[in-house]
């Protein structure tokens, strides 16, 4: 997910639009945990051998620089089932919502009730870990209502499908830039609650470790939350099946407060990144390692910088 659409669209977007869109109605045709095992398949035998896993190498390389080439393709592997087993819940939102019970538990529910006491806003925050999109599901399942906010989607009919899946789902969605920035401040200063996916790199921000390593980091958890009094809510996903999964909510706290608004914003998203940090270490083959979380090459540009130390 990157930019706002701009512009009309172009033929590589129709031709990425009719292929998401065939993937979509033959899922739909199968019971919704073989469709999820067959795209699984699909993608560990077809995904490590497209262009796009490289990426995936050379973060893990940049991560874990020791780690065996064996181990290194496994989780190259598993990443891509990852992603694409992502893409089968996106298509049947509907069906996993109509099973929710049974496919999303919740760990961790009383913590969504000690938020809602505060009388406090709410900042929950997550990672590309699991499906992120079973959060909005299981807060409504404890009567509490979440705006998720995210980037728009390069391809604007596939980003436009994936708007009418999460209206379709009742997910309320605000859409990052300007105009989503003054609808985020107006929700956390009115009090309401938002979703934030904060384990992806920014031009600004803040320079903090993220799995160990310095990582521009979104900074507006911190400042929104020292602001206008919101509490910080790590919530973490996991999949623990073909469509199924566990949120886990955390604890709730405020933002580090010692007056020094860059140094509390530094502190709080270190210890933000330290949690998703933690949950990724402990299943690595779940999160979105495409990320260009560290820039672009990252081994590269951390080669040329010790040449000009």
């Not at 019971?31 to 796009?52: E, Q």
């Not at 995936?56 to 020791?66: C, G, M, T």
């Given at each position: 997910m990157a930019r706002r659409e701009r512009g009309r669209p172009t033929l590589l977007h129709y031709i990425e639009y009719f292929i998401a869109c065939t993937a979509r109605d033959l899922t739909r045709l199968l019971?919704?945990?073989?469709?999820?095992?067959?795209?699984?398949?699909?993608?560990?035998?077809?995904?490590?051998?497209?262009?796009?896993s490289?990426?995936?190498?050379?973060?893990?390389?940049?991560?874990?620089?020791?780690?065996p080439a064996s181990e290194r393709e496994r989780l190259v592997a598993g990443v891509c089932e990852f992603s694409c087993r992502v893409l089968c819940d996106y298509w049947n939102l509907h069906r996993i919502r109509a099973e929710q019970e049974e496919r999303v538990e919740l760990?961790?529910?009383?913590?969504?009730?000690?938020?809602?006491?505060?009388?406090?806003?709410?900042?929950?925050?997550?990672?590309?870990?699991?499906?992120?999109?079973?959060?909005?599901?299981?807060?409504?399942?404890?009567?509490?209502?979440?705006?998720?906010?995210?980037?728009?989607?390069?391809?604007?009919?596939?980003?436009?499908?994936?708007?009418?899946?999460?209206?379709?789902n009742g997910t309320k969605v605000i859409f990052k830039g300007r105009e989503g920035a003054r609808q985020l401040t107006a929700l956390v200063a009115g009090g309401g609650h938002a979703l934030l996916l904060v384990d992806v790199r920014l031009g600004s921000g803040v320079a903090v470790p993220f799995l160990g390593r310095t990582a521009m980091t979104p900074s507006a958890p911190a400042s929104l939350a020292l602001r206008h009094g919101a509490l910080l809510v790590p919530v973490r996903t996991e999949r623990t099946g073909a469509a199924h999964f566990r949120v886990t909510i955390e604890q709730p706290r405020?933002?580090?407060?010692?007056?020094?608004?860059?140094?509390?914003?530094?502190?709080?998203?270190?210890?933000?990144?330290?949690?998703?940090?933690?949950?990724?270490?402990?299943?690595?083959?779940?999160?979105?390692?495409?990320?260009?979380?560290?820039?672009?090459?990252?081994?590269?540009?951390?080669?040329?910088?010790?040449?000009?130390?």
């Open positions: 019971p919704l945990d073989t469709a999820s095992n067959t795209v699984a398949a699909l993608a560990r035998t077809v995904g490590p051998r497209l262009g796009w490289h990426r995936v190498r050379a973060n893990l390389r940049f991560i874990w620089p020791d780690m760990v961790g529910g009383e913590h969504l009730e000690t938020l809602r006491r505060s009388g406090k806003p709410g900042i929950l925050f997550t990672a590309h870990t699991g499906n992120w999109e079973m959060i909005p599901l299981a807060a409504r399942r404890h009567g509490l209502n979440v705006t998720v906010v995210n980037r728009t989607i390069n391809n604007p009919l596939v980003g436009a499908e994936v708007k009418r899946v999460q209206n379709r405020p933002p580090v407060d010692t007056g020094d608004r860059i140094a509390d914003i530094h502190a709080t998203m270190t210890w933000a990144n330290d949690r998703m940090s933690e949950w990724i270490r402990a299943r690595p083959e779940q999160w979105f390692w495409f990320h260009w979380r560290w820039g672009k090459n990252p081994e590269r540009k951390e080669t040329a910088a010790g040449k000009h130390a």
